[in-house]
């Protein structure tokens, strides 16, 4: 009908216009990616920035909640107008403080027009001797990123700069830290032409797990209404404990133990296959979840704090191997939305829990191939000449993740 192909194409504008704008606004409030302040990535103010992002969004959530229960808790458009309205007027408050902070930092930091802008600024901000009371409060926070893929750069960009510190060491030149960063990238560019798959093979279990994803992301709140028989406040409600336990796991997690003793890429594997569990679970299990829900959420939000939390290890340890010139986060997109209309034809002819599988197995291929890629990489590595001593790349480095596992 007419009103529903113009509220369908106002919400198609309104999706790409948050995420057209949500790139340049988060470099804008965070700083630089990459800017590593005294060799530390994360800071008490990232880690608070963080979490704070975290825990709005499940009070946002809980809001909405109550405002479908004042209205009745039922769906219609008239207590999901108010829902909308609510979000409209917190989202008018926060770009206002959003603009009138990018104004201030504008005047205090102006930047110039040059292509070397970025990195200009970034050498005058970071200042290893002082702390965040030099007066570039900003630059303090530079660190936290809001984009998965940002925080995947970025720990790329620590490991390359703790490398760099170590070749530095040994050959006792000046410019140490320049010298010994460009030895590592040239490190690192070896190693992928000797492992030339690596890239594309990476590639294809990201465009394959992106697809499954894509299948069943969306329709997930329609599942709970249609199949489950949930109200609107229940489905907000589960939704908003996603970003709470995501919140809390982020400094005790069961995969920051995993990766500090194992390495990252077998706690992205181990991540994604409890998660792949889960959905196999909900598409077999239906019936019996289906007649006890206080089971069945919990199980949702265990697999979608897993898989959120399995991407940015798996971009961590690919931005090692892959160079940024060759990534196409872009076509990664595309299959994910190729993946949601495959997957809303697909519930229209058979059900959710057909769709849950087909994603799951889908999922389990690329999870297969990460894991031949990862033994290989193992391999490889243990055999390269520049590494006789057998040690990994910071990729799979026993180091502790400080970072955040979403966005």
């Known amino acids: 009908s007419g009103p529903a192909v113009v509220y369908g194409f106002i919400m198609c504008f309104w999706s790409m216009a948050s995420a057209i704008a949500d790139g340049p606004s988060a470099a804008r409030v965070f700083g630089f990616d990459g800017i590593v302040r005294g060799g530390r990535r994360w800071n008490e103010c990232g880690g608070r920035v963080f979490k704070s992002r975290l825990m709005a969004s499940a009070v946002g959530m809980g809001l909405s909640a109550l405002i479908f229960r004042r209205d009745g808790d039922v769906w219609t458009m008239k207590a999901l107008r108010s829902v909308i309205l609510s979000g409209v007027g917190l989202e008018g408050i926060a770009a206002s403080f959003v603009l009138l902070l990018a104004l201030v930092t504008a005047c205090m930091y102006p930047y110039s027009d040059s292509d070397t802008d970025t990195e200009n600024n970034a050498d005058v901000f970071i200042d290893t001797d002082t702390n965040v009371d030099t007066g570039a409060y900003m630059d ?3 660190p936290v990123t809001t984009n998965m893929n940002d925080d995947a750069d970025a720990d790329a960009d620590t490991n390359f700069d703790a490398h760099a510190d170590a070749d530095a060491d040994a050959s006792n030149g000046a410019g140490a830290d320049v010298g010994g960063r460009g030895q590592e990238i040239n490190r690192q560019d070896n190693f992928t032409d000797r492992c030339s798959y690596a890239p594309h093979t990476l590639f294809a279990i990201d465009c394959t797990v992106s697809l499954g994803s894509g299948m069943i992301a969306p329709f997930f709140p329609l599942y709970f209404k249609n ?11 589960i939704f908003a404990a996603i970003p709470i336990v995501l919140c809390f796991s982020t400094s005790t997690s069961a995969l920051r133990f995993i990766s500090r003793n194992l390495g990252t890429m077998p706690a992205a594997i181990l991540s994604r296959s409890i998660a792949i569990a889960a959905l196999v679970s909900m598409a077999f299990a239906e019936n019996h979840l289906l007649a006890r829900p206080y089971l069945l959420a919990p199980l949702f939000v265990l697999r979608a704090v897993l898989a959120e939390a399995s991407h940015p290890l798996t971009l961590s340890c690919g931005s090692n191997i892959i160079p940024d010139q060759v990534r196409l986060d872009a076509i990664l997109v595309l299959g994910w939305c190729a ?9 229209d002819i058979y059900d959710y829990a057909y769709v849950f599988f087909l994603a799951a197995l889908l999922q389990s291929v690329g ?13 490889k590595k243990e055999e390269s000449p520049s590494n006789p001593t057998g040690e990994l790349l910071s990729d799979d480095s026993s180091e502790d993740l400080t970072g955040p596992l979403l966005t």
């Open 140 to 142: 303090a926070c530079a």
């Open 227 to 237: 199949t489950v028989g949930l109200n609107p406040s229940e489905i907000q409600f």
């Open 339 to 347: 993946g949601a209309v495959m997957g809303g034809g697909l519930a």
């Open 367 to 379: 999870i297969f191939v990460l894991l031949g890629l990862w033994l290989l990489y193992t391999k």
